[in-house]
C-alpha cells in the first residue's frame, strides 16, 4: 500500500492504493464502489489478469484516502485522472463496481482503453416507491417544522456513520443521471450484472447495454457483489475481447 500526494483544483488529496504486477507494463485499472474499498476488489480480481498490472485505489472518502469537501462523480474521476497522469499510467482495462462504474465511465472518455467494464454500475435512475417517496416527503415536512434532528431515522442505509462531507458527497452522486454519458462512450463495453441484484437492478444493466452501442451484456449468478464468485469468468470474457479487439 503506498499513498499519492496530490492536488486537484487547488485541494491536496491523499489517495491509497496499490499494485500487482508493477513491472508489467499493460495495467488494469479496478475501481470499487460506494461504501467499499479496495481491498474487496483486490480479493476478487488479484488472481486475474496476470499479464496487467493491477492499479487498486481507495476514491476519497472511503479505506484510507482522504476527504474535506463534498465531492461530485465528476470531480471524483478528476482526481483519479490526475493520480494517472502522475503516475503515467494510461490504462488498456477500466473496471468499475457500482457507484466506481460511473466513475470509470467519465475515465474512459479521457483514457479511451481497449476495454471498459461495468459491474452493476450505478447511474441509471428509475422513479423511487411510493413508499421512498412519501418517506422524503415526510422528512421534509418534518424539516420545514424544525425537527432536523430527527433526520436520522429517515436516512439510507448507505448514510448510517458517515461525516457530513461524506454524507454531502453521497446526496450528490446518488442521483445522477448518466444516461448520456453511456451514450456517449466509444470504448468497447462489457457489462456484467447479478441477477438478483436489489441495489442496482438487473433493468438498469439492460438499459446501459442498450444505450452504449458496442456493448455486451451478461447476467450472472448474484447480487449486488456478484463478482467475488464470478472473477475467473469475468476476467476470461474480458481478456477474449481484447484479443478479438487486437485481431480487428
Avoid at 483519479?80 to 482495462?93: D, G, Y
Avoid at 457507484?99 to 435512475?125: H, M, N, Y
Wanted: charged letters at 25%.
Amino acid at each position: 500500500m503506498a499513498l499519492a500526494e496530490l492536488v486537484c483544483d487547488e485541494t491536496p488529496y491523499d489517495l491509497s492504493y496499490e499494485l500487482l504486477h508493477p513491472e508489467k507494463s499493460a495495467c488494469v485499472l479496478i475501481l470499487h464502489g460506494w461504501g467499499a474499498n479496495k481491498e474487496l476488489m483486490k480479493r476478487a480480481f488479484a488472481g486475474e489478469f496476470a499479464d496487467f498490472c493491477h492499479i487498486y485505489l481507495d476514491l476519497c472518502g472511503f479505506g484510507k484516502s482522504s476527504i474535506s469537501k463534498p465531492l461530485n462523480s465528476f470531480e471524483y474521476a478528476k482526481i483519479i485522472s490526475e493520480f494517472l497522469r502522475q503516475k503515467e499510467f494510461t490504462p488498456q482495462i477500466i473496471i468499475g463496481h457500482s457507484f466506481g462504474g460511473k466513475i470509470a465511465t467519465l475515465l474512459s472518455k479521457e483514457f479511451a482503453p481497449k476495454i471498459l467494464v461495468l459491474l452493476s454500475s450505478a447511474g441509471i435512475c428509475w422513479q423511487k416507491s411510493l413508499k421512498v417517496r412519501a418517506k422524503i416527503a415526510l422528512f421534509k415536512a418534518f424539516k420545514r417544522l424544525g425537527f432536523s434532528r430527527f433526520g436520522s431515522f429517515f436516512a439510507s442505509k448507505d448514510t448510517k456513520g458517515m461525516s457530513q462531507t461524506m454524507y454531502e458527497t453521497f446526496k450528490n452522486v446518488v442521483d445522477e443521471d448518466f444516461s448520456e454519458i453511456f451514450s456517449s462512450v466509444k470504448s468497447q463495453t462489457l457489462i456484467f450484472w447479478g441477477q438478483t441484484d436489489s441495489a442496482t437492478p438487473l433493468k438498469s444493466g439492460e438499459k446501459i447495454h442498450s444505450l452504449i452501442t458496442n456493448s455486451d451484456f451478461y447476467a450472472l449468478n448474484g447480487e449486488h457483489f456478484f463478482f467475488l464468485d464470478n472473477a475467473p469468468l469475468i476476467a476470461k470474457s474480458v481478456l477474449n475481447a481484447l484479443s478479438k479487439a487486437k485481431d480487428e
